[in-house]
């Protein structure tokens, strides 16, 4: 049971490029969201989704795209990277709240810097 | 829309004495809250949640938090802080009444003096 997997790790573009941020669970969740995290501004949210086919915006969506075509997957697509979106992004999948399972579970993150 | 406020940016605590880390919220519907903690280079670790009973609730590694719904509060407290509680720690609302998002507040840091 691996809980959450985001690749890569660690990633530098260039200003303009476009890149894919892999998000997998294997726990059958249905919630599954993008953060990302700055100093001094906490944890923002991006993009969520509530099932398979279905995606609503967060806080901070702009430069941001996201498909939820299976339940396990929900990769974040950056369409053309500005040094702004120089953050530590964050994927969580979260139980449906049943039985009071309601807490969200984190990957380990991925450092991206835009130059 | 729901939000979350950590009033400190950092709390500095001695080795040893009571530590509270504040957390207040908005919230249209009834609240679940969280507290996660993150220690460097890593992700975020889950620590307790408030769901529905006792204000009282208790978590990992010694922390409890109490809800106060008049205050709109979730405060994290420990009764006798170790320097190993040092890192930053996050709250967090999901509103289960509207559209299950979790927001997080901006994180206050932990710092315990030996």
């Known amino acids: 049971n691996a809980g959450v997997t985001q690749t890569p790790k660690f990633q530098v573009l260039k200003t303009g490029q476009s890149m894919t941020l892999q998000c997998a669970q294997d726990m059958n969740h249905e919630y599954m969201s993008w953060y990302r995290q700055d100093p001094g501004m906490g944890l923002r949210l991006i993009h969520y989704?509530?099932?398979?086919?279905?995606?609503d915006q967060g806080e901070v969506p702009n430069g941001y795209n996201v498909s939820r075509s299976t339940t396990e997957d929900f990769p974040l697509r950056l369409l053309s990277a500005a040094p702004s979106q120089t953050s530590v992004y964050f994927c969580?999948?979260?139980?449906?709240?049943?039985?009071?399972?309601?807490?969200?579970?984190f990957g380990q993150g991925t450092r991206l810097t835009v130059v | 829309a729901q939000s979350v406020a950590q009033p400190e940016d950092q709390v500095n605590v001695a080795e040893g004495n009571p530590l509270t880390v504040k957390c207040t919220y908005s919230v249209s519907g009834n609240p679940y809250l969280f507290w996660y903690v993150q220690y460097p280079n890593r992700g975020l670790q889950f620590l307790l949640k408030y769901i529905t009973g006792d204000n009282l609730v208790k978590g990992s590694y010694g922390f409890e938090a109490e809800f106060n719904k008049s205050q709109t509060s979730f405060h994290l407290k420990k009764p006798s802080a170790l320097v190993s509680d040092s890192a930053l720690y996050f709250c967090a609302v999901r509103d289960m009444n509207r559209d299950d998002k979790i927001i997080f507040g901006k994180g206050t840091r932990l710092h315990i003096l030996p």
């Open positions: 989704s509530v099932g398979a086919g279905i995606t």
């Open positions: 969580a999948s979260t139980p449906d709240g049943g039985e009071g399972n309601t807490e969200a579970f």
